[in-house]
């Protein structure tokens, strides 16, 4: 079996662009419509030699922003987190800490898997550095700036990554 990554966090932050760039696909929907019920999706990835499985989650898009929804996210998460080997919990810089990203960190905390934090749409991370502090916040370790659409950072975060198989 191959080291199984998940890739978690709200709608909208970015995590199938991620995905497709990790995976070098297009298969993941980027902005699939709203309503539209997924649950896993599975790709394979390749880092340094390195092989890994990509889950990416996430299909159940909320239909309004509504306490109600934020639920099922949650437990997308929950699921993934439960059968990965490291998880990226991506969260959307240009929007700030959301009470959803602040319920998928307390899952993520007590699932006990290594967690790394990516701070997505730093689209240009030497002027957008500030965005990061107020991640800190949601306690699940250091902030790391990516930018999905460009590649910032996806390079340095992969390294990491391998390095835990
Ligand atoms: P998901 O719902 O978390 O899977 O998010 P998607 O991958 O579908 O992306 C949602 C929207 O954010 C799309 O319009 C993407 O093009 C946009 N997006 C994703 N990554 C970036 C990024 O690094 N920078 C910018 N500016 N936009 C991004
Ligand atoms: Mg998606």
């Known amino acids: 079996m191959k080291p199984v990554v998940a890739v978690v966090g709200r709608p909208n ?71 990965a080997c490291a998880v990226l919990f991506v969260v959307d810089g240009t929007t700030g800490v959301t009470e959803e990203d602040e319920s998928v960190a307390r899952m993520l905390k007590r699932s006990k898997k290594p967690v790394f934090l990516l701070v997505n749409k730093l689209d240009n991370p030497d002027r957008e550095e500030e965005r990061l502090w107020e991640f800190y916040s949601l306690g699940v370790g250091d902030p790391l700036p990516i930018s999905a659409l460009h590649g910032h950072g996806t390079g340095d975060l992969l390294d990491e990554v391998v390095a835990l198989f």
């Open 13 to 83: 932050v970015g995590k199938s662009t991620l995905v497709n760039r990790i995976a070098q696909t297009s298969d993941a929907i980027v902005h699939e419509s709203r309503g539209v019920t997924r649950d896993r999706s599975y790709y394979d990835a390749e880092w340094n030699g390195r092989d890994f499985t990509l889950v990416d989650t996430g299909g159940i898009e909320p239909l309004k922003s509504d306490d109600v929804f934020s639920v099922p996210i949650r437990d997308q998460a929950l699921a993934a987190a439960e059968e």
